[in-house]
């Protein structure tokens, strides 16, 4: 999958990424894999996330390939001068400069918004981080499992399945906080192409992932005084799950008064929708939910699952077999799709990676590149902001970069 970076809709868009883990690279994978150009600039040691997981090579981690593919590694170490400056020099060329450090260690740095825009005022200064800078909270770190625990996920969890509270089982803070600082991204440089003016973005997780929760679960605390109780009570129903078949699970949504009129004729029941005023409109269904969801648990297990998946697509009501992590890597609709892709990446062998959902009929997105080795275009992209080869092996010899290994 090496193709041409001048494909997808930000081509001409030079992103740094100085971020690490998942959160930062989601969002400048995303600007990658749109077209831009992402220099991920690591620390001598390279993105801790790099060494974790099942490997072919000790830097080289399956959340790795699949969180850095279209982008370029240069390593540098800031804390020496010469470092800086090289930064320094790539940032004058920059459209976007994208950091997952908190503000004050940026600043130590001499790498602040005011200090970037003197040698760049066009760039669009982006800093993903745990919580806003106006807070008490502003200098606190911030992981994926503890802005989940901060928005109450852990405890929505605890309330709709009991027993203990547990974070949901993949890095939803990170990654949907990540989605919002590409989309933020995007907004500025649309911005500065009017304008001609760089900004500062500020992308805090805490309140970004706090709208993402509230916005469904604020209810009844919505209005001042409360009218109600927090929490969408649908979305915390512990019978909110795939219903057990009478060989499996399958996964099904009956939402509208139509599709509950169909239900209810498909099992025998279709007087039920009048006659029982918990089925007769979305809001009765929806403070009944418990019981409603348990009356059709009751329906679902007197049938096998491709008995109820051919019953219900005949009357028009949503539904989906259950996958499993294994089988939706095998999921029919993504073979013929081609979501999945097999490709070769020159260390690491033969890899499965997933096409860009997103599709541009005029300027099609796609991976760049497959994720780089630790300073892999160290040397490459340092000739780029004018150092000649002597004066890169310099750096390399004083611990200011590193390269690949051949």
């Known amino acids: 999958m090496q193709v041409s970076p001048v494909s997808g809709p930000l081509a001409g868009v030079r992103v740094v990424d100085f971020t690490t883990i998942v959160m930062g690279p989601f969002a400048s994978q995303m600007l990658g894999d749109l ?22 090579h000790a830097d080289m981690g399956p959340n790795f390939l699949h969180l850095n593919r279209s ?29 997952s450090l908190r503000p004050h260690t940026l600043a130590r740095l001499s790498l602040s918004y005011a200090q970037v825009a003197a040698v760049n005022p066009r760039i669009i200064y982006a800093g993903c981080f745990g919580y806003g800078q106006r807070g008490p909270k502003a200098a606190l770190p ?17 309330r709709a399945g009991g027993g203990e509270p547990r974070y949901p089982p993949l890095n939803l803070a990170d990654r949907s906080v990540g989605l919002y600082a590409a989309l933020a991204i995007n907004a500025a440089l649309y911005e500065r192409a009017r ?6 973005l500020q992308i805090p997780m805490f309140e970004t992932l706090t709208q993402f929760v509230l916005g469904d679960h604020m209810w009844g605390h919505t209005h001042e005084p409360p009218i109600d109780g927090t929490a969408y009570v649908r979305l915390i129903s512990p019978e909110r799950r795939p219903f057990r078949t009478r060989d499996g699970y399958i996964c099904v949504l009956i939402y ?95 890899l499965r990676m997933m096409r860009v959902p997103a599709e541009f009929s005029r300027t099609p997105a796609q991976p760049q590149r497959l994720a780089p080795r630790l300073g892999e275009h160290s040397r490459e992209l340092l000739r780029e902001l004018g150092y000649d080869d002597p004066q890169i092996d310099a750096l390399a010899a004083a611990g200011v970069t590193r390269e690949a290994p051949a």
């Open 256 to 350: 509208s008064d139509k599709q509950w009129r169909s239900f209810l004729a498909l099992i025998g029941e279709p007087q039920r929708f009048t006659d029982d005023a918990r089925f007769r409109d979305a809001d009765a269904r929806t403070r009944h939910v418990d019981a409603v969801q348990g009356f059709v648990a009751a329906q679902m297990v007197t049938r096998t699952s491709a008995e109820w998946l051919a019953a219900l697509a005949q009357a028009d009501i949503p539904a989906t077999p259950m996958n499993t992590l294994e089988s939706l890597l095998d999921d029919a609709h993504h073979a013929a799709t081609g979501f999945f892709e097999q490709v070769e990446h020159p260390t690491e062998g033969q």
């Open 142 to 158: 911030a992981y994926d499992d503890l802005i989940q625990g901060a928005c109450a996920l852990p405890s929505l969890m605890q």
């Open 71 to 99: 982008k370029r590694s240069l390593a540098l170490d800031l804390k020496q001068a010469a470092g800086r400056e090289a930064l320094l020099r790539l940032l004058r060329s920059a459209d976007v400069f994208l950091y």
């Open 195 to 200: 304008s001609g003016q760089g900004q500062e």
């Open 35 to 56: 077209g831009a150009d992402v220099i991920k600039v690591e620390a001598i040691a390279g993105d801790a996330m790099r060494y974790v997981g099942p490997k072919k």
